[in-house]
């Protein structure tokens, strides 16, 4: 069994220029470019014309447990790739992504770690022996035949899975307001794990596209 820490990565991001975003904009208004389409960009996201906000992308590769995407992909307005438990066999061993409030470190583990492993609580035993026993369980029904398919049935939301998802910026928008700020309701811990660091590298790299989504 094998534990670790939630990821992602931004892999692509196609319209960052801003150029096409303002040439698109400008369209609907047959004005004429003024050598910063930063500037008006930023006036009409703040008057909410957020649909020239669309011809700009980011695909971004997420690294995280099976509940987080069931979360995920409620956002339709995207193109997802995700990794499969119908045809990935993990007859090599089970990975789990580790909780963030869950104080157990990355790692190898073929038994229960010690009692006196730093930082661990009684229900973060609890947490870890479960896993041990779905890898077991799961391990046990390939071994009697059964397909990864099937066995998959007993595998937890804890189960590590990588995502691809591509979205349009105006899409985004809406991920980082509702999964990092919460404006539909407190994020789950997991979610707001991930989306945070990510909104502030999006703020970072296209920040007239994400600066004015504060928390």
């Known amino acids: 069994m094998r534990l670790i820490k939630p990821s992602f990565k931004i892999e692509a991001i196609n319209g960052a220029d801003l150029l096409l975003m303002e040439s698109a904009g400008r ?4 004005s004429e470019a003024k050598g910063d389409p930063g ?5 009409k996201i703040k008057s909410k014309h957020l649909t020239i906000l669309e011809h700009g992308s980011m695909t971004v590769r997420f690294i995280v447990d099976r509940g987080f995407t069931h979360e ?26 580790i909780p963030s409030w869950v104080s157990i470190g990355e790692g190898e583990f073929l038994e229960m770690y010690p009692l006196n492993y730093s930082g661990t609580t009684l229900t973060d035993d609890v947490w870890f022996n479960s896993m041990l026993e779905a890898e077991s369980s799961y391990l046990e029904l390939l071994e009697s035949g059964w397909s990864p398919q099937l066995a998959r049935t007993v595998l937890p939301n804890s ?5 691809v998802m591509t979205a349009n910026f105006r899409e985004w928008r809406l991920v980082f307001e509702q999964r990092a700020l919460g404006t539909t309701g407190k994020p789950h811990p997991q979610m707001s794990e991930i989306m945070i660091p990510l909104l502030e590298e999006c703020k970072r790299i296209i920040p007239i596209i994400f600066d004015d989504i504060t928390y």
């Open 27 to 30: 369209t609907c208004y047959k």
């Open 159 to 163: 189960l590590k899975t990588e995502i």
């Open 72 to 97: 995920l992909v409620r956002h339709r307005m995207a193109v997802y790739s995700q990794e499969s438990t119908r045809y990935c066999n993990y007859s090599g061993g089970v990975t789990f992504i």
């Open 39 to 43: 500037k008006f960009l930023a006036s």
